[in-house]
């Protein structure tokens, strides 16, 4: 077995490719509410391949829109800025990561999974109080600490996965096991290096020890995201373990099942679509 330190998690993220500007203003946006919301929509349009993700996902069934948005302009105006900057977030990190290379690693499984987790979180905020579009990005990057070790440390990464399918153990519990440390410890690191919105943050840090988090963390609420998911078997992998919902975590959204229940349509409706626009 391999373990690896948080200084040599650190030493790596230090060496990871920098963000596309249209990322790192959108980051920054989360401390500048006053921001200029034209310049920055002029910045991301600027960025072909990122404007085009991101009208895919504002076009696509996730938000239902009657009319086609053509520009990031568009979307601005028709979705609202927060709900724009939290898809350029969650779009802009992919590329950044290369976590083919690690056997074992479902990357398909993994992206399905977030969108899954995502479009939980987001059904399920206004229980918890928090922001849907907020919510949306917390659950699609909560994971974000898989890709970095697949991606960065894949030889060691790939002993995770061969231990887990020996002992059928829980993902989160082999890596502790294999590497001294989780996915989410690592997510969390990386949060930190990217100055990533304090409440994303706290979701990818704590999302797998959510009573450890304070009472009004994202976390709570991404937990029970990601419990759902796997329920819900949003993923497509058909050896997907379902985790414990932490007890804590639940009675910090309110505890009510009947209402739960009555969003997990709302979860599963338009899930492949979405998958395909944040995917493609």
């Not at 209402?259 to 998958?275: H, N, V």
């Amino acid at each position: 077995m391999t373990q690896l330190s948080r200084d040599q998690v650190v030493a790596r993220l230090k060496q990871l490719p920098s963000l596309p500007s249209a990322v790192s203003e959108v980051l920054a946006s989360f401390a500048n509410e006053d921001i200029e919301v034209e310049t920055l929509a002029q910045q991301i349009a600027r960025d072909q391949g990122l404007a085009a993700r991101v009208l895919r996902v504002a076009n696509s069934s996730f938000y239902g829109l009657q009319n086609k948005v053509g520009t990031i302009h568009e979307a601005v105006v028709v979705l609202g800025f927060r709900a724009v900057r939290s898809m350029v977030l969650a779009v802009g990190m992919n590329g950044v990561f290369r976590a083919e290379q690690c056997p074992g690693f479902d990357v398909q499984g993994h992206l399905r999974h977030g969108v899954g987790v995502g479009l939980a979180a987001r059904a399920l905020a206004p229980l918890a109080g928090q922001a849907p579009e907020l919510a949306f990005t917390a659950g699609l990057l909560h994971d974000i600490g898989e890709l970095v070790l697949a991606s960065n440390f894949s030889r060691q990464y790939a002993e995770v996965f061969a231990y887990r399918r020996e002992r059928d153990a829980f993902l989160v519990d082999a890596e502790r096991e294999v590497l001294g440390i989780d996915h989410a410890e690592v997510g969390g690191l990386l949060a930190e290096t990217w100055r990533f919105p304090a409440a994303i943050r706290d979701a990818v840090a704590w999302h797998h020890r959510p009573a450890e988090a304070s009472a009004d963390s994202l976390g709570n609420l991404v937990h029970v995201a990601d419990v759902t998911a796997r329920a819900l078997g949003l993923s497509g992998n058909p050896d997907e373990m379902v985790p414990p919902l932490d007890a804590t975590a639940w009675a910090r959204l309110g505890g009510d099942w009947q209402a739960y229940a009555g969003l997990l349509p709302q979860i599963e409706k338009g899930f492949e679509a979405t998958c395909q626009a944040m995917t493609a």
